[in-house]
Nanobody, 127 residues
Framework: QVHLVESGGGLVQPGGSLRLSCAVSGRALSDLALGWFRQVPGKEREFIAAIRRSVNMKYYGDAVKGRFAISRDSARKTLDLQMNNLKSDDTAVYFC????????????????????WGQGTQVTVSG
């Protein structure tokens, strides 16, 4: 069983930055593909970014490409999301996700590809 706990959310002004972290336990990071999604009320969960299980290949959603960066830290056992130049449209609950399976980049953008989810952390861009 993989346990995921997000942290780092909060209130930030447009144009600002925020860094989210997801503490991963239960499996080694090298055994897992890891991802970030976000969701606003009344909408489907949206793919943000993912990193492959055993190679450092990263994928991003169109809405965040060039502004957000996903990374993993094996020493700290965390998955991180650096978010820069934040916009009001980035306001959402952010979830980290994990799977032990391998999928193509297209399928990794779908929620059904992921077996484990954190509880989410709220990010609000306003001001």
């Amino acid at each position: 069983q993989v346990h995921l706990v997000e942290s780092g959310g909060g209130l930030v002004q447009p144009g600002g930055s925020l860094r989210l972290s997801c503490a991963v336990s239960g499996r080694a990071l090298s055994d897992l593909a890891l991802g970030w999604f976000r969701q606003v009320p009344g909408k489907e969960r949206e793919f943000i970014a993912a990193i492959r299980r055993s190679v450092n290949m990263k994928y991003y959603g169109d809405a965040v490409k060039g502004r957000f960066a996903i990374s993993r830290d094996s020493a700290r056992k965390t998955l991180d999301l650096q978010m820069n130049n934040l916009k009001s449209d980035d306001t959402a609950v952010y979830f980290c996700s994990a799977t032990t399976l391998s999928y193509n980049s297209g399928h990794m953008r779908r929620t059904e590809a992921w077996d484990f989810w954190g509880q989410g952390t709220q990010v609000t861009v306003s001001g």
